[in-house]
């Protein structure tokens, strides 16, 4: 297929082992690209600090790119993107896997791709299509951007990773991730896997978030690469990080390249790389309630940032969290109350709250929110906007945290719907 993007390829269908739970950067769970992960570790010691970043070297790069690669082609992740070579399917998944788990991509970039097979398919389709068939992945602002690049990818060709890196959303790791594993293009891609695999080989005692560090980090990682399986070995370190060398918890004993690694030398690799410690987490309560009339919910568009026009339920913030238990009937009462006020007050509605249904809980990069929601009934008061009735089906795209609160409390509600839920 060369190095066209717009060529109708054939993609495979086959399910990756969805007992993967590590995402490409490395953790569980939600991945904060950009953001330090939160660590409790101590700073690195005075010996492992002796001199300037630029007197770190690789250890005997040769035998690590072959010992990396031998464990490789022995230990790979099946994972369905590894079966095209189709530049436009790879960048599709590494859009895709930006701050999110490999698990939770996987169906989702099947069902994309079968959909959107060129960048002309997607550049064809509607915002609402497109947004809709994100629903769940999160982080929508990738999915209006990768419509963006769509758009020009329909009328012109990148031949390499410098070229891919003028489209709207794609840095420079994912622009040397796509030509180095599309068109073997001899460059180093540098997530936050490779960053610790690296940070870790040279015993490097700086942050590599830095520009500095970052820079160095980059041209430690383009000398270790091989070069005529760039991809491979891209993919690689990849691997290594986010199954053998993680954060937390680095099993050396079964590391291919722990004879070469100068962190492991010394006895602390789980000191590597210097990262200052992620911000305090901020805590959210929000109250919401489903109410139906005729099978439709009622909903309202978003105003603001995040996820600005798509759907959500009737919602009232309780700032600050007081981060009470939510289970106590006298705490849920109390929040439901407090819900009743608000639709009557703003929008001259009179409700009745039944039952607390579970709480919801999910995190937005520093955020983490909880939602306590309660089935509701109208009981007098007009619709007006900003709240509207949702038809069952409705093709439009709903925030993470509704449809999974409706999904679970009214499952036929989406059954007209997206097949990727």
């Not at 009737?314 to 106590?328: A, F, K, R, T, Y």
């Not at 955020?367 to 089935?375: A, D, E, K, S, V």
């Amino acid at each position: 297929m060369g190095r066209a993007l717009i060529s109708r390829g054939v993609y495979p269908t086959q399910t990756t082992d969805l007992r993967i739970q590590t995402s490409r950067s490395g953790g569980a769970g939600v991945s904060l690209r950009g953001m330090a992960p939160a660590t409790n570790r101590s700073p690195i010691p005075p010996e492992n600090r002796q001199g300037s970043p630029s007197s770190k070297r690789l250890e005997d790069p040769k035998r690590t790119r072959r010992a990396l690669l031998r464990w490789f082609d022995a230990n790979k992740r099946e994972l369905p993107w590894r079966g095209t070579r189709d530049p436009w399917a790879i960048l599709v998944s590494e859009i895709m896997l930006q701050q999110t788990t490999v698990a939770a991509v996987a169906p989702y970039w099947e069902h994309f791709l079968n959909r959107w097979p060129t960048p002309g398919d997607l550049a064809a389709a509607s915002s609402d299509e497109v947004l809709s068939a994100w629903a769940g992945l999160g982080y929508y602002r990738r999915a209006r951007l990768l419509m963006e690049s769509a758009k020009r990818l329909a009328k012109h060709t990148p031949e390499n990773a410098a070229e891919l890196r003028s489209l709207p959303g794609i840095g420079e790791y994912t622009a040397a991730a796509v030509a180095s594993i599309a068109w073997d293009e001899p460059i180093a891609a540098v997530d936050g896997n490779v960053e610790r695999v690296v940070s870790r080989l040279a015993a490097f005692p700086d942050d590599p978030r830095k520009a500095a560090g970052k820079r160095y980090i980059r041209s430690l990682a383009q000398e270790l690469l091989a070069t005529r399986r760039p991809g491979d070995f891209n993919q690689a370190l990849m691997d290594l990080g986010a199954t053998i060398c993680k954060p937390r918890t680095p099993d050396c004993g079964h590391c291919p390249i722990a004879p070469t690694c100068q962190a492991h030398h010394a006895g602390n690799p789980e000191l590597f790389p210097a990262l200052p410690p992620r911000p305090t987490p901020t805590p959210i309560l929000r109250v919401a309630t489903v109410i139906t009339s005729r099978g439709k919910v009622l909903v309202t568009e978003r105003k603001e940032a995040p996820n600005k026009g798509f759907l959500e339920l009737p919602m009232l913030d309780i700032n600050p969290d007081p981060g009470v238990d939510l289970s106590e009937a006298a705490r849920s009462e109390q929040l439901a109350s407090r819900l009743c006020t608000h639709m009557n007050s703003i929008h001259d509605l009179r409700i009745q709250l039944g039952k607390a249904l579970p709480v919801h809980r999910h995190s937005i990069t520093r955020y983490r929110i909880r939602i306590l929601p309660f089935r509701g009934k109208l009981c007098s008061g007009r619709v007006r906007r900003p709240l509207f009735w949702a038809p069952p089906g409705d093709a439009r795209p709903f925030t993470t945290a509704t449809r999974r609160i409706l999904a679970a409390n009214l499952p036929s509600f989406f059954s007209m719907g997206s097949d990727v839920t």
